[in-house]
């Protein structure tokens, strides 16, 4: 079976064109083999007919007739062969990359575009000297933070079938490979087709915050923990190249989670699951070190006669051979003239007694291990041993500076409103949340400061918080401060949130002392060691939220406790709730004009504001390509720091492979360095831009709401979309919706924007933009708006996003998801289509172009390889959705097929939620 034609395909593509064939071959036969030659040959047919749609503009009724009434079986089973065949298409486009990076590697010309080494040599040129970028480099801070939203639902153990074809690929990369090896390769290959097309998708159980901590786990622990190393070692191999310096350099990456920590409309979250995966975290990389350890051991064999060892490294083992005498006796007679495999063996002996919790021979930070290590890497270099295993030693150094003793640091999430419940509850006061947000500031003051206390209270929203905050005590006594991430607060809209979580911490015993008696008016000599984040997420949010951030840092209590942590506030940008609340323009311009008001407000009150951004990973929810996104933001909002989640499937495109997770992390790296040591150009037209942008923004979010806000839009949402799939399927531990939905503002942005791209209109991606655009050019003038979206990278980077979008949109086999709601079908349809087509005939009028993507012609062809596979798909779910509803919504047989198709879906169109 071939898998795609040779136009889909760019020049320099023979490689990638060949894997996909190979696999599209064995993928054919491995359905031949499970399914047998009746169901192989249905599945051509039907890909046959959707190659043929595509190609010569056929209605979706022709290849619909194919799919309607097939057997509940039949058409999971469809589904599922379909998704595989994604799969393999995904799994060729990631090895393609690696390959491709070789040979910018092998070929030794001009860099590879966003390395280190392009960055540098960038930078170089724009005039950056040596010391201002080790400056730089010294105030770095990139810390991703990975979250279990529910877009991604594979399976562990598909995840390493996958790998494994993967590493047969890449073994194929060697053109001296012998036939029967090429052969065993294939056979490596379908073993791995074979046993996948076996093990179901995902359990029928709904997943537990232990079981999406395993899944996070297995990117944090695997490809992310053994590649840290090879960062640093390009970034220092880029520094000699490009500035001819070897300089130490300094840790400027970290890692942390939101599994477990998470409590914002999950119950299922609390102090159990963040104690649970503080320990879970620390026995995996306590786990990694050990198994490190003894491979060091083994490979550091150096004998006393042949190489000297330092008279410090001698008196460390003399002292650890009477600290574990039990593992000193295991040591071999043999190897006892072996000084650095004894104390190494020793070092795993220590490793494993810190696992063991309180022990007192045990660790008592990473800090003593890295002494260890720094001891050994010291009397390796004084006696030859540079290149005799002084740097496996270095690789272990930057994974303990790196994920110390916890793997990744746990922030915790909380709604506002729950603090106010709690509140509520210790103050006996009922009317507390509906009370002005500076009478509720005032009142707080004392608790947060320590100056009174409030009186115990058994309420159990009182419990669960007071609870969270003595494991946070205790967690941070038992694991160290860097264990603990950010403590963010959902819906923040005032000073009094913030005061609010500093009072609970309090009252929960988080507390630790004062740096310094610098006290006063009654204030305690304690402080609350906690960094606290308000997310501002709806537009409104974000646009009072300078006002917010004035307020709380005039507010002398908090100021006290800002003093204590740095002088530095986070603040949280939420991407998902503002593109819900107002449409992808308006919520991209309300970001990008809070950043900007924040930054003053911190200018003005001398303090340094970091801010996290809460991206997804559709373009609805702030996803996308991350140099872009970086090079556009407002001047000084980088400035050397960089905290940003990582979402549901793009933990799996981004970390899933070594060489992938290590270009990803590089890219990163080289955007942070070039938006902060040189930010774009002051531009005299911005603010004539930025008026314009204010009109545009407003007008785009009109068009939007009119739309959601219409009668009967909810209804013809969850007619429209699988919503009502979406909400059965066991993704993840996290309900939903925040409650009962009454309206879109109920519903979470993640399945709202997941149901919009399974119906293939994704409006949540463009809606409002078109009407924008039009009105603006009658007010400014289309040569503005061309000017704009050609100069401004802000709108450049808006529009490419949204081209992308509407890409991957096909109104037709959108229009067969609408004709679901019956008579909503007409009015709401109509209006959707209107604007799809006045969207993209003002992108194509302002980017100068006849067809989307014409400036990507990489991801063009990547979209153009999954149309044919995701089409039946797409219109097989809309047969069964029909079928499944009318029956009641209770034949699960259809439910199951209806999964594997809303999973297939996700996993060809990709940057689904």
């Known amino acids: 079976m071939e898998a795609s034609r040779d136009a889909d395909y760019l020049p320099h593509d023979g490689p990638l064109r060949e894997d996909v064939g190979k696999l599209g071959r064995l993928v054919g036969r491995m359905l031949a083999e499970q399914g047998g030659e009746a169901f192989f040959a249905r599945v051509e047919a039907v890909r046959q007919a959707a190659i043929r749609r595509r190609r010569e503009g056929e209605p979706p009724a022709t290849l619909a007739s194919a799919l309607d009434g097939l057997h509940s079986g039949d058409a999971e089973a469809l589904a599922r062969a379909f998704a595989t065949y994604f799969q393999a298409v995904n799994t060729a486009e990631r090895v393609h990359r690696i390959r491709r990076r070789r040979d910018y590697q092998r070929e030794g010309s001009a860099p590879q575009p966003e390395s280190l080494l392009d960055a540098l040599g960038r930078l170089k040129a724009e005039g950056v000297g040596a010391q201002e970028l080790l400056d730089w480099l010294a105030r770095l801070w990139i810390e991703p933070v990975f979250t279990a939203h529910p877009t991604e639902a594979v399976r562990r153990s598909l995840l390493e079938k996958e790998q494994a074809i993967v590493r047969a690929l890449v073994d194929g990369f060697d053109s001296s490979r012998t036939p029967q090896e090429r052969a065993e390769d294939e056979d490596r290959i379908f073993m791995a087709l074979s046993a996948g097309w076996q093990t179901a998708e995902a359990s029928p159980v709904r997943p537990t915050v232990q079981d999406e901590h395993h899944h ?26 490009v500035y001819g310096i070897a300089a130490p350099l300094p840790r400027l990456l970290g890692f942390a989670s939101w599994v477990g920590g998470d409590m914002d409309g999950n119950p299922n979250v609390g102090a159990d699951t963040i ?12 786990e990694h070190y050990i198994a490190d350890v003894a491979a060091l051991a083994r490979l550091l064999s ?9 008279d410090e490294l001698a008196a460390r083992l003399a002292d650890y051979r009477e600290r574990f005498p039990q593992a000193a006796a ?8 072996m000084p650095y495999r004894c104390l190494l063996t020793l070092i795993g002996a220590r490793l494993e007694a810190t696992g063991e919790n309180d022990h007192a021979e045990g660790y008592a930070s990473p800090a003593e291990l890295l002494d260890d290590l720094q001891l050994i890497d010291r009397s390796l270099l004084a006696h030859r041993g540079l290149h005799a295993g002084a740097y496996a030693v270095r690789r272990l150094v930057w994974r303990v500076r790196t994920f110390g003793f916890h793997l990744a640091r746990l922030d915790v999430r909380q709604d506002s409103r729950v603090h106010d419940d709690a509140l509520a509850a210790l103050l006996s006061d009922d009317e507390w949340p509906g009370r002005p947000a500076q009478e509720r500031a005032q009142q707080l003051s004392g608790y947060a400061a320590g100056r009174a206390r409030f009186a115990i209270s058994h309420a159990e929203v009182v419990t669960g918080l007071y609870d969270v905050f003595v494991t946070l005590g205790d967690a941070r006594r038992r694991y ?66 300078p006002a917010t951030l004035r307020a709380l840092l005039a507010d002398p209590v908090y100021r006290t406790h800002l003093q204590s942590r740095g002088d530095r506030q986070w603040v949280m940008l939420g991407y998902s709730d503002s593109g819900k609340d107002g449409g992808t323009l308006a919520s991209r311009w309300a970001l990008q004009r809070a950043q900007v008001e924040l930054l003053e407000v911190a200018r003005q009150a001398g303090i340094q504001l970091a801010f996290f951004h809460g991206r997804g990973g559709s373009a609805s929810r ?3 390509r991350m140099a872009p996104a970086l090079l556009s933001s407002p001047r000084g909002s980088v400035a050397g720091v960089l905290r940003v989640t990582e979402q549901g499937e793009v933990i799996h495109r981004k970390y899933g492979i070594r060489a992938l997770a290590l270009r990803n992390l590089e890219q990163t790296v080289s955007a942070v360095l070039r938006a902060s040591l040189r930010p774009r150009a002051h531009e005299a037209r911005e603010a004539a831009w930025r008026e314009r942008m204010e009109a545009l923004a407003a007008h785009s979010r009109r068009h939007y709401r009119a739309l959601v806000e219409r009668e009967g839009f909810v209804e013809y949402f969850r007619r429209a979309t699988p919503i009502d799939v979406v909400e059965r399927m066991t993704l993840g531990s996290r309900p939903a919706s925040r409650r009962s939905m009454r309206g879109v503002h109920d519903l979470r942005a993640i399945p709202w924007v997941f149901a919009w791209t399974q119906c293939r209109s994704i409006i949540t991606g463009w809606y409002g933009l078109g009407a924008a655009l039009e009105q603006g050019a009658a007010a400014f003038g289309e040569q503005a708006l061309v000017e704009m979206a050609r100069d401004w990278p802000f709108l450049v980077n808006a529009l490419d996003d949204v081209a992308m979008v509407l ?6 086999i959108a229009e067969a998801f609408s004709r679901l709601a019956g008579d909503l079908h007409e009015p709401f349809f109509a209006l ?17 172009g006849d067809a989307l993507l014409a400036d990507n012609p990489r991801l063009a062809v990547s979209i153009r390889l999954r149309n044919p596979y995701v089409d039946p798909m797409s219109l097989l779910t809309v047969d069964l959705l029909a079928r499944w509803r009318a029956g009641g919504s209770e034949d699960e047989a259809l439910l199951r097929a209806l999964v594997a198709c809303v999973n297939g879906v996700a996993q060809g169109l990709q940057n689904t939620g």
């Open 216 to 241: 996070v786990g297995f990117y944090l622990a695997n490809p992310v923990y053994r590649i840290v190393p090879a960062l640093y070692e390009s970034l220092a191999d880029a520094l000699q190249a």
């Open 275 to 286: 104690a649970a995966s503080l320990a879970t975290q620390r026995a995996h990389v306590l």
């Open 302 to 310: 150096q004998t006393q006669g042949r190489v000297g060892v330092d």
């Open 330 to 337: 295991r040591i071999r007679p043999r190897h006892a003239d």
């Open 480 to 545: 160290g401060s860097g264990a603990i991430g950010l403590y963010v607060i959902s819906m923040a809209r005032s000073a009094a949130d913030v005061l609010a979580v500093l009072s609970l911490a309090r009252y929960g015993g988080l507390v630790a002392p004062a740096v310094s008696s610098g006290a006063s008016q009654g204030e305690t000599d304690s402080t609350v060691p906690l960094d606290i984040a308000p997310l501002f997420e709806t537009i409104d949010d974000l646009a009072h939220s």
């Open 622 to 624: 702030g996803g996308g």
């Open 807 to 812: 890409a991957k949109c096909d109104l037709d």
């Open 832 to 848: 959707i289509r209107e604007e799809f087509e006045r969207t993209r005939r003002w992108l194509l009028r302002l980017k100068g």
